[in-house]
Structures are given as structure tokens and as C-alpha cells.
T-cell receptor, first 114, second 113 residues
Framework: DAKTTQPNSMESNEEEPVHLPCNHS???????IHWYRQLPSQGPEYVIH???SNVNNRMASLAIAEDRKSSTLILHRATLRDAAVYYCILRDVFGGGSNYKLTFGKGTLLTVNP | DGGITQSPKYLFRKEGQNVTLSCEQN?????MYWYRQDPGQGLRLIYY???????QKGDIAEGYSVSREKKESFPLTVTSAQKNPTAFYLC????????????FGPGTRLTVL
């Protein structure tokens, strides 16, 4: 299974941009890069996903390196509500391409200071 | 409102007892998943189901069982064979079998006394 590497924790100030890095040097050509976040005692929440091109949505932006061996989740203006654990995940494909699963690592704990 | 519900939020059981965790979704999703989360750790996949009447083992299926008799329901039974069942259990569903954009329930915290 392709794995991801993220820093254990990061800190940011409110209303400043946050760049959360993720390394995935063993990514295969058909792996999608997913980002989820989890607030304390809640289920994870989907943030964004992409394959090769950079992606934007209302929550964040995803910047993917040209060689796809790394990516960065960008929160343009951090708020206190963005404090959470952020997971970078590669979508595994197995079972003849008809079955999929997401493998969650420990993620990055983001602290946002007021 | 569409979403996923899990009940109960907190569950206590005595060692040696089986217990069933409920998961219901009204999103009309085909795929459903059960994860386990231990303190400070990521999620680990227990079982998943891509369609009614079909399910597959995940990475840590031993000591657990599931059923998928209806599209909207995917209950998880924690059996007495599960050696360390105390954990936070999360149910998820997805509108495509690829698992893109999984929606998670609020979770059930199980404590074995």
C-alpha cells in the first residue's frame, strides 16, 4: 500500500494562511490524494481530493507537486474552528479495481492560536 | 436532513458480552464502512460493504461481525472474541464505490468494564 508522511503537529495564528505538507513518494499513477480533518470526539470530515492538477473548493486548496510525490493542503485564512487533526490519504485500489478503501495514518494536529 | 446516525453515543459493556453498534444512513449511498480509532491513533478499517448483502473484511476484522440486509443499515457486532474492544467506532458511507468523499457518523465510544 502506498503510504503518506505528515508532520505530527503544526501551529498557526488565526487569520493567517496554513500550509500542511504531505509526502507520498511511493504514490502510483492511479492513486488519488485525499484530505480529511477530524475535530475532537467527532467523525472525520472530507476536505478535498485531487489527482494531478491543483484543486480549490470552499474549504481549502490542494497543491500537488509535478512529480506527485508530495502535496500541500492550504487553508487560506485559519480560524479557531480549523483546529483539528488533518489526514492526508491515498486511495488504495484493489480487488481487480472494483473495491477501494482509505487508509488513515496519525495525521497532523493543527493548533490555531487566537 | 441527510446524514449518518450512530447509536448509542456511549456504550458500556461487561467483558465477555457481545454488543451491536447501530449505523443508519439516508444518503442513498451504496458503500458503507466501519472504522475503529484508538486514542492518538488514526482510523483502522474493520469491515466495508459496497452493496446490499455483500461485505468484506478490512484490516482488523477479527472479533467483529457485520450484516448488510438493507441499503441504509450496516450494524457492527463486537463479539467476546475481540480481545481489546474499548475504542471509538466510526461508521461511514460513500456515494461511489471508490470511497471518494466518505461521510462519517458522529461515532460510538465503547468501553468494556
Amino acid at each position: 500500500d502506498a503510504k503518506t508522511t505528515q508532520p505530527n503537529s503544526m501551529e498557526s495564528n488565526e487569520e493567517e494562511p496554513v500550509h500542511l505538507p504531505c509526502n507520498h513518494s511511493t504514490i502510483s499513477g492511479t492513486d488519488y490524494i485525499h484530505w480529511y480533518r477530524q475535530l475532537p470526539s467527532q467523525g472525520p470530515e472530507y476536505v478535498i481530493h485531487g489527482l494531478t492538477s491543483n484543486v480549490n473548493n470552499r474549504m481549502a486548496s490542494l497543491a500537488i507537486a509535478e512529480d506527485r510525490k508530495s502535496s500541500t493542503l492550504i487553508l487560506h485564512r485559519a480560524t479557531l474552528r480549523d483546529a483539528a487533526v488533518y489526514y492526508c490519504i491515498l486511495r488504495d485500489v484493489f480487488g481487480g479495481g472494483s473495491n477501494y478503501k482509505l487508509t488513515f495514518g496519525k495525521g497532523t494536529l493543527l493548533t490555531v492560536n487566537p | 436532513d441527510g446524514g449518518i446516525t450512530q447509536s448509542p453515543k456511549y456504550l458500556f459493556r461487561k467483558e465477555g458480552q457481545n454488543v451491536t453498534l447501530s449505523c443508519e444512513q439516508n444518503l442513498n449511498h451504496d458503500a458503507m464502512y466501519w472504522y475503529r480509532q484508538d486514542p492518538g491513533q488514526g482510523l483502522r478499517l474493520i469491515y466495508y460493504s459496497q452493496i446490499v448483502n455483500d461485505f468484506q473484511k478490512g484490516d482488523i476484522a477479527e472479533g467483529y461481525s457485520v450484516s448488510r440486509e438493507k441499503k441504509e443499515s450496516f450494524p457492527l457486532t463486537v463479539t467476546s472474541a475481540q480481545k481489546n474492544p474499548t475504542a471509538f467506532y466510526l461508521c461511514a458511507s460513500s456515494g461511489d464505490r471508490g470511497g471518494v468523499g466518505q461521510f462519517f457518523g458522529p461515532g460510538t465510544r465503547l468501553t468494556v468494564l
